[in-house]
């Protein structure tokens, strides 16, 4: 649920707001920086500035500074056309619209898939509020993380790339405190989105953080291929709709921010849900000009978000995918592409506690046999031929691999993984 807000005009409480309900009473300008907030400091409530409090700073960014990201989205007015070129596939953001969807067990399983493909691969922990990729690779706590880039210890994002135990995969850390706080001020996030395409890889994968805050959205928008991931469950099949959505209206937000009717009315959609958004928005839109209501139908076919539906009990339920499907299409008039679903696993939860990503565990287990085809078949795009020919090279290169964990006592031990069926026995 978004946090609410309670602040004082002209002396008296008022409330509770979310964001989007303050972005409003700010460009009416009866909020800004200097306006109380009240919020919990320690173990008490105390009236703060605006200014002073993470998640609202972003509401007090100059046009100057939401052009900055203009220019990451490509989606401003004058650039349009930017927008509509073919991007490169580098960089992949993988969100949820909650957690406990396996949305981090699945990003770094694609990028060991990628890096066996040959590829060099660098993972990005963009979970700022609970970093912890490294320990899915068995790795301690990183002594490099983003924290060292974003304050300047070090100028080149590279720099803070650490190796794993598996060939051409790399990590970049959020642990360590990284940015001090789960919400990086707007310079910070800036900082980031704009060195991803600066990182030294074939390819680069974004584990973001669950939930729809501005800054999920804006790393999500910010990769050339958005993967959503959810569960079958009717309410998470809705969360993952609903993320989609609400991405939609952020990047839509920027391209008309000079108009505020219309992002107040984007801000009234996000916040009451209507079902008859598209049309509704795009009355408003007409009135603008033609040339604006291309650059919207452009922009709508040109987000085209994915979805996979993780942690499948039976085959019956991955038609549950669908409906995100059709409401997109219905709905918002935007394609949401279902890549495939992921089957449950045991030996993915067994995994997990041995600290050994599940498809080295065990590449032939049902949830290590839907990755490869999601990633082979549906998002790489090869043969039939090709994609049989490769997914058993994987295997059987993933099943003669050496994988180096870290032990709890901080040094290493070698664990063999074949063959998979068999517990790893370590080798002191």
Request: aromatic fraction near 10%.
């Amino acid at each position: 649920m978004e946090k609410k807000w309670y602040v004082k005009i002209d002396g008296e409480q008022v409330g509770p707001f979310i964001i989007e309900d303050l972005s409003r009473l700010k460009r009416q300008g009866k909020f800004d920086q200097n306006t109380p907030v009240w919020v919990k400091i320690g173990n008490k409530f105390d009236w703060v500035k605006a200014s002073e409090i993470t998640p609202l700073q972003d509401l007090f960014h100059s046009i100057q500074d939401e052009e900055e990201l203009d220019g990451i989205f490509e989606d401003a007015p004058d650039s349009i056309g930017q927008l509509l070129d073919k991007r490169e596939d580098k960089v992949w953001s993988f969100a949820s619209g909650k957690g406990g969807v396996g949305k981090t067990l699945l990003a770094s399983a694609c990028a060991i898939v990628l890096a066996k493909l040959g590829k060099r691969v660098v993972i990005v922990d963009l979970d700022l509020g609970g970093s912890n990729m490294h320990t899915i690779f068995g790795l301690p706590q990183p002594t490099s993380t983003l924290d060292d880039f974003i304050s300047k210890k070090t100028r080149n994002i590279n720099d803070v790339c650490i190796k794993t135990p598996v060939e051409n995969l790399f990590l970049i850390s959020g642990i360590g405190g990284c940015l001090g706080y789960a919400n990086p001020k707007h310079v910070q996030k800036i900082k980031i989105i704009s060195k991803l395409r600066e990182i030294k890889a074939d390819y680069v994968l974004l584990d973001i953080g669950a939930g729809s805050s501005y800054n999920e959205l804006d790393f999500f928008l910010a990769a050339d291929r958005q993967i959503i991931v959810t569960c079958p469950e009717p309410s998470s099949i809705q969360d993952g709709y609903n993320f989609a959505k609400t991405a939609l209206y952020r990047k839509l937000r920027y391209f008309f921010k000079r108009h505020p009717d219309i992002v107040d009315f984007l801000d009234q959609l996000r916040q009451e849900g209507y079902v008859s958004d598209m049309n509704a928005l795009l009355s408003k839109i007409f009135t603008l000009g033609p040339d604006y209501i291309e650059n919207f139908g452009k922009i709508l076919k040109n987000y085209s978000p994915q979805l996979i539906v993780n942690m499948v009990m039976e085959k019956e339920e991955a038609k549950e995918g669908f409906a995100a499907v059709i409401a997109a299409k219905k709905l918002l008039n935007i394609d949401l592409h279902y890549l495939g679903f992921i089957y449950f696993d045991l030996e993915v939860r067994k995994s997990t506690k041995e600290l050994i990503p599940f498809i080295l565990k065990n590449p032939q287990s049902r949830a290590s046999v839907c990755t490869f085809s999601i990633l082979c078949d549906r998002i790489l795009k090869m043969t039939p031929s090709e994609s049989s020919q490769q997914k058993k090279v994987l295997s059987e290169q993933i099943q003669k691999t050496l994988y180096r964990t870290a032990a709890q006592k901080g040094h290493y031990n070698e664990l063999s993984l074949y063959p998979p069926t068999k517990p790893a026995q370590p080798t002191l």
